[in-house]
Nanobody, 124 residues
């Protein structure tokens, strides 16, 4: 079973950029049909941010479209989330997750492997 470890979080000022990484170990994450990035802000429910299928189909939450880019490097077994033009409302714990089913969506219940999260804090 694959294990996921996120990194790259930190504190930045509004307008800045960060690149999150999600390294898979134990198995190739490419065996999972769908990989996603989620986030959870204090006092709020976890929400989907971006997702990508093994075929390369990508979807973003409306709140991050045009600012965030999801990508994957199968050779490095790593998923990325490039975050530009960051806003204070992007402050959250960010998680990557893998789903082995045939449907790729932002429904959390479809994801059976989760990383431990990396904190992103954006100050105004």
């Amino acid at each position: 079973q694959v294990q996921l470890v996120e990194s790259g979080g930190g504190s930045v000022q509004a307008g800045g950029s960060l690149r999150l990484s999600c390294a898979a170990s134990g198995a190739s994450y490419s065996t999972y049909y769908c990989m996603g990035w989620f986030r959870q802000a204090p006092g709020k429910e976890r929400e989907g941010v971006a997702r990508i299928t093994s075929y390369g189909t990508i979807r973003y939450a409306n709140s991050v479209k045009g600012r965030f880019t999801i990508s994957q490097d199968n050779a490095r077994n790593t998923l990325y989330l490039q975050m530009n033009s960051l806003k204070p409302e992007d402050t959250a714990m960010y998680y990557c997750a893998a789903a082995s089913g045939e449907i790729c969506s932002f429904e959390e219940t479809r994801y059976n492997i989760w990383g431990q999260g990396t904190q992103v804090t954006v100050s105004s």
